[in-house]
């Protein structure tokens, strides 16, 4: 059974990077039809999508956060990692990652980390 679990600072001062991983146990990030993603949830709204790493190692960035975003992949250490830049107090979020499963016939979040709140403040 796949597991998912965040890892990382839980205060982030505004204008610095905020960095996440996300260490995967009962599953590889290399199997094919995974998608390993970021979502947030900010304090009084919805669920936002950040971004993905596939199998393969592509990504993609929701476009609100593009420009600011990285989602890297350590295959040694089974783990895939989001590093969002200048952030600001509108940043402040849970933090999940999921593993999204991608199939011709659906596309659905299976599983989900425990989330991880990051608040930007000085």
């Known amino acids: 059974q796949v597991q998912l679990q965040e890892s990382g600072p839980g205060l982030v001062k505004p204008s610095q990077t905020l960095s996440l991983a996300c260490t995967v146990s009962?599953?590889?990030?290399?199997?094919?039809?995974?998608?390993w993603t970021w979502i947030r949830q900010s304090p009084g709204k919805g669920l936002e999508f950040v971004g993905h790493?596939?199998?393969?190692?592509?990504?993609y960035y929701s476009p609100s956060v593009k420009s600011r975003t990285s989602i890297s992949r350590d295959t040694s250490k089974n783990q895939f990692s989001l590093q969002l830049g200048s952030v600001t107090p509108e940043d402040t979020a849970v933090y999940y990652c999921?593993?999204?499963?991608?199939?011709?016939?659906?596309?659905?979040?299976?599983?989900w980390g425990q989330g991880t709140l990051v608040t930007v403040s000085s």
């Open positions: 999921a593993m999204m499963v991608v199939t011709v016939e659906a596309v659905y979040l299976e599983v």
């Open positions: 009962g599953g590889s990030i290399t199997t094919n039809l995974y998608y």
């Open positions: 790493i596939t199998h393969s190692g592509n990504t």
